[in-house]
Nanobody
Framework: QVQLVESGGGLVQPGGSLRLSCAAS????????MGWYRQAPGKQRELVAA???????AYADSVKGRFTISRDNAKNTVYLQMNSLKPEDTAVYYC??????????????WGQGTQVTVSS
């Protein structure tokens, strides 16, 4: 079985920072792209940032220049450094990973989500 466990969410004031982490564990053979999505109340889930296994990254326009995605392949972990947070960044943030287990082809896996609330 594969698990993606997120941590680092919470309540922060506008202009503040948070760092999210997502660790993948289980019978993992190889991890390809990893990413962060978010879903605000009443809205569709949207891609925030993604990173390939060789470190190439992409960002939603709304977070460019404020958020940074990175990964530690040795730890099967992806991070999202969020700076200059705005109230509109409030959402549940989900980790996603495209990976192969020992027994399967490439599949997408999701974490359980972590709440980020930006409010004064």
């Amino acid at each position: 079985q594969v698990q993606l466990v997120e941590s680092g969410g919470g309540l922060v004031q506008p202009g503040g920072s948070l760092r999210l982490s997502c660790a993948a564990s289980g019978s993992i053979f190889s991890i390809y792209a990893m990413g962060w999505y978010r879903q605000a109340p009443g809205k569709q889930r949207e891609l925030v940032a993604a990173i390939t296994s060789d470190g190439s990254s992409a960002y939603a326009d709304s977070v460019k220049g404020r958020f940074t995605i990175s990964r530690d392949n040795a730890k099967n972990t992806v991070y999202l450094q969020m700076n200059s947070l705005k109230p509109e960044d409030t959402a549940v943030y989900y980790c996603n990973a495209d990976l192969r287990t020992i027994a399967t082809t490439i599949e997408g896996y999701w974490g359980q989500g972590t709440q980020v609330t930006v409010s004064s």
